[in-house]
């Protein structure tokens, strides 16, 4: 990967500057440039991939237990973190915008303008357990 054409490649090289809060050899954890919050930080892992399907799952394992890392250390931090979002935009139509994958850890408190909302429907039984069948039927593709 060109590392120019991909942001988070170029912080992992140490080529651009990155707030780092963590970093090992899978993943390192940063401060978003512009945070829905303050303290929101990002998981990402060293090695590039576009999207989910790209990254192993015991990579995956590891991002989600940095944001839980990260979580805990908001929430002691003394930043005002009464609750936390965590948050992956997988593909553009997710609103996914650096196409290297990252988990969102949002710092979240009454009040704070952040709003996550979706009308919800009600489906029939019967068409949820045809999507689970779908879903079981693409399990192991
Ligand atoms: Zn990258």
Excluded: Y
Aim: with cysteine.
């Amino acid at each position: 990967v060109n590392r120019a054409a991909c942001v988070f490649c170029a912080i992992a090289a140490g080529d651009e500057r990155g707030s780092i809060v963590h970093e090992d050899e899978a993943a390192f954890v940063l401060m978003d440039i512009a945070p829905v919050t303050p303290g929101h930080a990002l998981v990402i892992p060293k090695r590039h991939a576009d999207r989910l399907a790209q990254l192993d799952e015991t990579t995956g394992g590891r991002l989600f237990a940095l944001g839980m890392r990260a979580a805990r250390a908001l929430r002691s931090s003394g930043l005002r973190c009464d609750g936390v979002n965590l948050f992956l935009a997988d593909g553009a139509a997710a609103g996914q915008d650096v196409f290297h994958v990252h988990l969102h850890v949002i710092p979240r408190f009454g009040g704070d303008g952040v709003r996550v909302s979706a009308g919800r429907s009600r489906p029939e039984r019967t068409e949820l357990d045809r999507i689970a069948a779908l879903l079981r039927s693409a399990w192991d593709v």
